[in-house]
């Protein structure tokens, strides 16, 4: 069965993208809607979604990627080489921007988003190439209950008990121990080594999402199937919170199946309306940031060096903005929005022309 390029996915990806662009460069940090923060620890906003709805949509991808190599119409050994680089590549990136712009070596941070990424992918991959669907249920579901065991069951050294506190829960005090360069939050790190095992889960429920989209069932069968797994994995989530709450620092067991629960309706919504009513509208500036995501997340960083960085007349652009804006009676929250929509607006332009370039970086 031939497969078509499934325009929903390029859309969710792209404004995944935007989003990611929107929270992480407000007008002013200082006023910020609570949507468009990450909680501060238990909890789930519009911004805590992000994230792994990019790791989800990574898994997606893999699976339409590598499926027929995996089935056979391809060389498998000539695909690892490709999936190493490109990991690499991403790391790599990931690396650059941490040491951005002073490149100071001695306050090296070796974990980030793109880290994340690029080792997620690496693993997803791997396993996806030699693996069903079925395994692949099995694989995720453990790495969810063994992460879930060894949070809720082995106490911190020097505390003496189980604690899932900032900083004195076991995920903190093995980052403490094995992780080496600066951590974000200074004893320890939100993208750490532990928490990058269920974030691998999230992936591989990714790719189960992928597999689904590619069998020989009718539309409205696959659209049914992506929308009962979504608020089956949801519902899930909600239940194992009630014990491992949601929390993105720690990617919380309970935080893997409700933000995949949640991007498989929002892809399964998508991909109704896109892909089977081929109804396009709303999809081209999704398509248009998708095409180069990676990119674009790196060119935001770059460009907010001018945007955010450079001092005119003692203050930086978006202070400008904002406070010109706030004189003209503009909530200051509504203000650092508009500001960070207009980042996002200047980080399309170079987006559109690699996409009118056919350029894919």
Request: glycine share 8%; aromatic share 14%.
């Amino acid at each position: 069965m031939e497969k078509r390029r499934v325009l929903s996915l390029d859309a969710f990806r792209g404004y995944t993208i935007a989003a990611m662009l929107l929270v992480n460069f407000p007008g002013s940090w200082d006023h910020v809607y609570f949507q468009l923060q990450h909680t501060a620890w238990n909890g789930l906003s519009f911004t805590d979604l992000i994230a792994p709805f990019f790791l989800f949509i990574v898994g997606v991808s893999i699976s339409f990627s590598y499926s027929k190599i995996k089935d056979g119409n391809g060389s498998k050994r000539s695909i690892y080489k490709k999936i190493i680089i490109r990991s690499l590549k991403i790391f790599a990136v990931g690396m650059f921007l941490n040491l951005m712009p002073f490149f100071n070596l001695n306050e090296i941070r070796w974990t980030g988003t793109l880290h994340r990424i690029a080792i997620v992918f690496l693993a997803s991959s791997f396993i996806f190439l030699h693996t069903n669907w079925k395994q692949q249920i099995i694989i995720a579901g453990g790495i969810l209950i063994l992460y879930w065991i060894v949070m809720l069951t082995i106490p911190t050294p020097g505390i003496g008990q189980v604690v899932l506190e900032p900083g004195r829960n076991i995920a903190a005090w093995v980052d403490s121990k094995l992780l080496p360069g600066k951590m974000y939050q200074g004893t320890w790190d939100p993208e750490g080594i532990l928490s990058t095992f269920p974030s691998i889960a999230t992936c591989i429920l990714g790719m189960l999402a992928g597999t689904l989209l590619q069998t020989n069932l009718a539309d409205n069968m696959k659209i049914n199937y992506l929308l009962s797994f979504g608020v089956v994995v949801a519902i899930a989530g909600f239940f194992a919170g009630l014990s491992f709450p949601l929390n993105e620092n720690l990617w919380s067991s309970s935080f893997v199946l409700v933000t995949a629960g949640f991007a498989a309706l929002v892809l399964g919504a998508m991909y109704f309306r896109m892909d089977i009513l081929n109804n396009k509208s709303g999809s081209a500036a999704g398509v248009i940031f998708g095409s180069n995501a990676i990119t674009v997340y790196v060119l935001g960083d770059v460009l907010s060096l001018f945007f955010y960085g450079i001092k005119l007349g003692g203050h930086s652009l978006n202070e400008h903005v904002v406070n010109m804006l706030i004189n003209h009676s503009v909530s200051p929250k509504l203000a650092s929005m508009l500001y960070a929509l207009f980042f996002v607006s200047i980080n399309f332009i170079p987006a559109y022309i690699l996409y009118l370039s056919l350029i894919h970086i």
